[in-house]
C-alpha cells in the first residue's frame, strides 16, 4: 500500500504549508526574547502581537483576552485549578458533564480530593446535555460550568449559546473546552456568553504543543505557571514565539476558509455515513445527526471489536481511530459511548473518521469499500454474529 489516508484530524492535522512558512523565519532569523530590551526583541514581540490578534478575531475577542499556553490540556487544567483557586470564597461547586476530554474530567478528579464537588451531568442518546438539568444542577456556592464546545469523539456540538445564558443568568462563570471547534465551526465569544475558552494549535492545521485560553476581562484568575512576568504575570515562560506564530497564521486562514470547508467536508461526512448506513447491516451512527462537526464520523459496528477492524484498516492505508487518541491502547470501551448508553459489547466496535479539507471523495469511497470488506470478514470469523444470525432464522 503505497499511499496512506490519514482520516484521524481529531488526533492532530497536518501544519499546513503556509503556517510552516510563517514560522520558519523565527528559529533562525528571528529567534529573540520578545521581552528583551533592544530592538531585535522587537521583531519578535511585534509577530507575537500580531499572532494574539489573530487567534482573538477568529471567535470574537479582545487580544488582551488571548493568554498563550503549551497546548489543550494546559488551558484546560488552568481554566479549572485557576477558577476554583479564584473563587474558592464563593464556593467549591463545579459542573461538568461525563463526556468531557480526560483534561477536563482527570482535573475534575484532581479538584474533588481537594475538597472541591463536582457534578457530572449526563447526556441524551445524541450526547447532548439538558438544559434543565444544568438548570437544576446550579447551586448557591456553584462557581464554574466547563461544557465542551464540541466533543472529540462523536462530534456533537452542546448547546453553548444557551449553556452561557444560564450561567450568567446565575452568576456562574462559563467555560468551554473549544479544542474540536476553534478554527472549525463559528464561535463567538460575547454572543455566547463564554468566560473562558480552551483551544489548541495542532487541532486545526497549526502546531503542537502551543494553546490559548481566552479569559474574559474581568474574570478573576490566578497565574498557573509562577516565573517571570510574560502573559501579563498569568502564565510565565519564555513564550514560544515560533509555535505562537503558527497559531496565528492557522487562525487568519481558517477564519478565511471557513465557511467553504464546513461545506466540503459536511459533503463528504453526509457521503460516507450514507453509503456505511445503507450497505454495511447492524451499524449505527454515534452522535448527533445534525448538531455535529462538520468533520466527525463515528460508528459502531455490531459483533466487531475495534482494535481489529483498526488494523486492518491499517493494512489497507487507513488511519482511523476507535475513539479518542488517549483512550486507544486501553481496553475499557469508550467513556463517552457509555455516557450515550451503549452497551459495552457495542461500544467496542466503534469507529472515528475525521476529515480535513485534504481529504478527497475518492478516499471516502475507497474507505467505504474497504470497510465493508473487513467487516464482513471479522463478522464471518465471529461466533457471536454466527449465533446472532442462527437465532434469526429461528431454531
Ligand atoms: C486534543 C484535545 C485536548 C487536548 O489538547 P492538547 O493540545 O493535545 O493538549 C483537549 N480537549 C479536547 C476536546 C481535545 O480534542
Not at 274 to 289: A, K, Q, W
Not at 377 to 383: A, I
Amino acid at each position: 500500500m503505497e499511499k496512506m489516508i490519514y482520516l484521524d484530524n481529531a488526533a492532530t492535522t497536518r501544519v499546513s504549508e503556509a503556517v510552516l512558512d510563517e514560522m520558519l523565519p523565527y528559529f533562525r532569523q528571528t529567534y529573540s526574547n520578545p521581552s528583551a530590551i533592544y530592538g531585535f526583541a522587537a521583531d519578535s514581540k511585534k509577530a507575537v502581537d500580531k499572532a494574539r490578534q489573530q487567534a482573538a478575531e477568529l471567535i470574537g475577542a479582545k487580544t488582551e483576552e488571548i493568554y498563550f499556553t503549551g497546548g489543550g490540556s494546559e488551558s484546560d487544567n488552568w481554566a479549572i485549578k485557576a477558577a476554583v483557586e479564584a473563587y474558592s470564597s464563593k464556593g467549591k461547586h463545579i459542573i461538568t458533564t461525563k463526556i468531557e476530554h480526560h483534561a477536563i474530567l482527570h482535573t475534575c478528579e484532581y479538584i474533588e480530593k481537594q475538597g472541591c464537588e463536582v457534578t457530572y451531568l449526563d447526556v441524551d442518546k445524541n450526547g447532548k446535555i439538558s438544559l434543565d438539568e444544568l438548570k437544576k444542577a446550579i447551586r448557591p456556592d456553584t462557581i464554574l460550568i466547563s461544557i465542551m464546545f464540541a466533543n472529540n469523539e462523536i462530534g456533537t456540538i452542546e448547546p453553548v449559546e444557551e449553556i452561557g445564558k444560564i450561567a450568567h443568568e446565575n452568576g456562574v462563570l462559563f467555560h468551554t473546552d473549544a479544542v474540536q471547534a476553534y478554527g472549525h465551526v463559528p464561535i463567538d465569544v460575547e454572543k455566547m456568553n463564554i468566560d473562558m475558552l480552551s483551544a489548541s494549535g495542532h487541532k486545526f492545521n497549526g502546531p503542537k504543543g502551543i494553546g490559548i485560553l481566552y479569559i474574559k476581562k474581568g474574570v478573576k484568575i490566578r497565574s498557573f505557571i509562577h516565573g517571570g512576568a510574560q502573559e501579563r504575570n498569568r502564565r510565565a515562560g519564555t513564550l514560544n514565539v515560533p509555535a505562537i506564530v503558527g497559531f496565528g497564521k492557522a487562525a487568519q486562514i481558517a477564519g478565511e476558509t471557513m465557511t467553504e470547508r464546513i461545506e466540503y467536508e459536511k459533503k463528504l461526512r453526509d457521503h460516507i455515513i450514507e453509503r456505511v448506513l445503507s450497505e454495511i447491516p447492524h451499524t449505527r451512527l454515534n452522535g448527533d445527526p445534525e448538531d455535529r462537526l462538520p468533520n466527525n464520523v463515528n460508528f459502531c459496528f455490531r459483533f466487531i471489536e475495534g482494535e481489529s477492524m483498526l488494523l486492518l484498516l491499517d493494512q489497507a492505508g487507513i488511519c482511523a481511530s476507535s475513539g479518542s487518541a488517549c483512550t486507544s491502547g486501553s481496553l475499557d470501551p469508550s467513556h463517552v459511548l457509555l455516557a450515550i448508553g451503549l452497551p459495552h459489547e457495542i461500544a467496542h466496535g466503534s469507529l472515528r473518521i475525521t476529515l480535513s479539507e485534504e481529504t478527497t471523495l475518492g478516499e471516502i469511497d475507497y474507505v467505504a469499500d474497504e470497510l465493508k470488506k473487513i467487516i464482513k470478514r471479522l463478522r464471518d470469523m465471529s461466533p457471536l454474529y454466527e449465533d446472532f444470525i442462527a437465532k434469526q432464522k429461528g431454531e
